[in-house]
């Protein structure tokens, strides 16, 4: 069973060496680290190059030119992951607000389903305790907004932690995801829901990021605005 983890990077310099050696802290012999970096300013590719480099065939650091948003980098990594014959594929943040130590859980989780979403709106599930009130307020309304306007039927519709079979991946029409922000997350839990996969969702506790900027940004919040109504309506499942 070959497990390939893919990690968009975006200027995560200071987080990209605690999250290597705590996923290599498993000690998940067929785990693979798929890094997909957009040029990142802070030296995070050259610093994925490096560690890569030093881990062989453990660790890929792939290069796109430019910021392109994290949707169409997770695109590339999992065509990565399939070209390498990977079994199962995690997508995970860089920013340590996804625990390394919850990806056994989903390896467990994965035995009875199809795809596997890392949930902070079940019960068992939260969001950093130190977020303030407004902070809370405008993720469950954006998670709300999110499942009422696209017809998610997952209750964490943003969530960027999940876990897929292969099957999953291959079914799935990759050249057809169009969203590059957190729209993204939903366009993909949606996918995987009209094509009757088993989604199964389990409880994650969400860290405040650990270091460096958030990429979240007016554009990504106005193309969630715009392109999730789209999804709902949109005829063809990707
Ligand atoms: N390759 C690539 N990765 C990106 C891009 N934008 C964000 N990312 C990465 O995607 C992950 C999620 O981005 P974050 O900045 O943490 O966004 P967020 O989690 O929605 O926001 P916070 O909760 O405030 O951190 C991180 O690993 C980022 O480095 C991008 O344009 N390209
Ligand atoms: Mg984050």
Known sequence: MKIAVVVPTYNEAKNLGS???????????????????????DGTG???ERLARSRGDRMTALHRESKKGLGPAYIDGF??????????????????SHAPEYIPLFLRRLE???????????????VDRRWSLLRRFLSRFGNLYTRLVSGVQVRDATSGFKAFHR??????????????????????????ERRNFRVSEMPIYFTDRAMGRSKM?????WEAL???????WSPQAH
């Open 217 to 221: 940004s007016w554009m990504i919040v």
């Open 79 to 96: 065509r990565h992951a399939l070209k390498d014959g990977m079994d199962i594929v995690i997508q995970m943040d860089a920013d340590l």
């Open 226 to 232: 715009w392109r999730l109504p789209q999804l709902r």
């Open 167 to 192: 099957r999953v991946l291959e079914e799935l029409n990759l050249d057809r995801f169009r969203c590059r922000g957190f729209a993204f997350q939903a366009e993909v839990a949606l996918a995987c």
């Open 19 to 41: 999250l290597v050696s705590r996923i290599e802290a498993l000690g998940i012999p067929a785990l693979r680290l798929i890094v997909v970096d957009d040029n990142s300013p």
């Open 112 to 126: 009875t389903a199809d795809v596997v979403v890392g949930s902070r709106y079940i019960v068992g599930g939260a």
């Open 46 to 48: 050259e610093l994925a």
